[in-house]
């Protein structure tokens, strides 16, 4: 039987586990697909460990991961525009996951992948990547404006800068010192976070920013709150309350194979980097969800399934 990695109680790694179950089965809408790669995101972590669970509440086992790409293996009913044999990323459906040897998706939220494109990169692009750019079409920035990403080491930041600038738009991004060289890899000017940030923003930037993408929250994020003077041009990603309370919003999210074409699209065509650093086994999951929960990870954690 196909395994699967899941947690069973909400908690620490100690909750983790491999399993073998039957092969899912898809229904009206969805598809069935062989998973190649799966991406680790820090909301694997934050499911598991339960900080989610008052607004999201998930049926105990869970499987963990939320971007995939694979082969479709068979569709349901009611699904037009896909075949057996297709390949394909997207988003798993609800009570299935993306790290497991097969996994089930929602039609609606699947892509088929470019050939140029990779079965790594792909998996990276449903949450990271759509996400990253449903905030920038959310800010509506033009050529020329500013946008601080805040958090900007991280894969939705990684995204976010690449599409801003794309798009003409000047990107600065809060991170550590560590990651400079990845920061000004992406054509963006780094900021070093933590006590001071705002006045080391002012020193180049003396009127402030245009738009602000946070990827932080909490205190990270009031303390440059006060750089953007229309807090419509402020949303975040990442701590919704603290946002609204700032006079902000949380990104608008569309969530559909329309912006996972659109993302697909930039990294064909050389304009998306989504800068996969580590790749690692299926027996290495653990492992995978650890690095990404420490907090050291640079750009895109990948498990490669099959």
């Known amino acids: 039987m196909p395994k699967v990695f899941r947690f069973t ?59 995939v790409s694979g082969v479709v293996e068979e569709i349901g009913q009611d699904v037009d525009g896909f075949a057996v044999g297709d390949e394909v990323f997207g988003s798993p459906a609800a009570t299935h996951g993306a790290f497991s040897e097969y996994t089930v998706t929602t039609a609606l939220a699947t892509a088929k992948k470019p050939v140029k494109v990779s079965f790594h990169d792909a998996a990276t692009l449903t949450v990271a990547a759509a996400t990253a750019y449903d905030g920038i ?30 798009w003409g738009i000047a990107v600065f991004g809060t991170a550590s010192e560590g990651k400079r060289a990845l920061v000004e890899s992406l054509g963006a000017t780094l900021i070093p976070y933590g006590d001071g940030v705002e006045q080391r923003v002012r020193e180049l930037l003396p009127d402030g920013v245009d738009g602000i993408y946070d990827l932080v929250g909490g205190s990270a994020l009031r303390s440059v709150a006060g750089l953007v003077k229309d807090r419509a041009k402020l949303i975040t990603a990442a701590d919704p309350a603290t946002a609204t309370g700032l006079g902000g919003a949380m990104v608008n999210r569309d969530r559909t194979s329309r912006v996972l074409d659109a993302v697909a699209a930039l990294v064909a065509d050389g304009k998306l980097d989504p800068h996969v650093n580590d790749i690692l086994a299926f027996d290495d999951a653990a492992q995978a969800i650890a690095s990404v929960e420490s907090g050291h990870a640079q750009g895109k954690t990948v498990i490669q399934i099959s």
């Open 9 to 67: 109680e909400y908690g620490g790694p100690e909750m983790q586990e491999f399993i073998e179950l039957p092969k899912p089965q898809p229904g009206p809408s969805e598809i069935l697909v062989r998973v190649k790669s799966a991406s680790v995101n820090p909301v694997d972590f934050k499911i598991r460990q339960g900080m989610l669970k008052d607004f999201a509440p998930r049926e105990l086992p869970s499987e963990f991961g939320s971007e």
């Open 137 to 166: 079409v959310h800010l509506g920035l033009s050529a020329g404006q500013t946008l601080l990403i805040n958090g900007i080491g991280g894969g939705v930041g990684v995204a976010a800068a690449q599409v801003a600038r794309d």
